[in-house]
């Protein structure tokens, strides 16, 4: 299977990222690595970026990562840890890596940081997926 053919025909239809404004740095199976930047519109009453904003990001890496290795995945669990606020106009990465996998299970780990800081960690997902006996077809 082709990781990136995978992930272009997923994001063809995953409105949501593409409203988010989320670009494609990388892809590899079982690995992605995404970029976005904060925009006005995701800001919260605090004047920083909601953490909805931060967890959807992350939720898109790990989708992406997850079914880049052919089989359809669904995520069955999920969490995040914000670690520091976003202001407007922040651009952030997201990398996210298979740790472990079963025949039907797959652990993965995102971590976002800034794009210019990447020492500077923003938050930390962790997420399961089920692995269903469904392939994508590129």
Known sequence: ???????????????????????????????????????????????AAHGGITYSFADSAFAFASNSKGQKSVSIETSITHVINLKLGDEIIAECICETETGKLGHYKVIVFLKNEPTKIVALFKGMVYKTTKVWEV
């Open 1 to 47: 299977m082709n990781a990136i053919k995978i992930v272009n025909k997923m994001i063809d239809n995953d409105f949501f990222s593409k409203w988010l404004g989320i670009s494609i740095i990388e892809i590899k199976e079982g690995y992605s690595k995404l970029g976005l930047t904060i925009k006005k519109e995701m800001l919260n009453g605090f004047g």
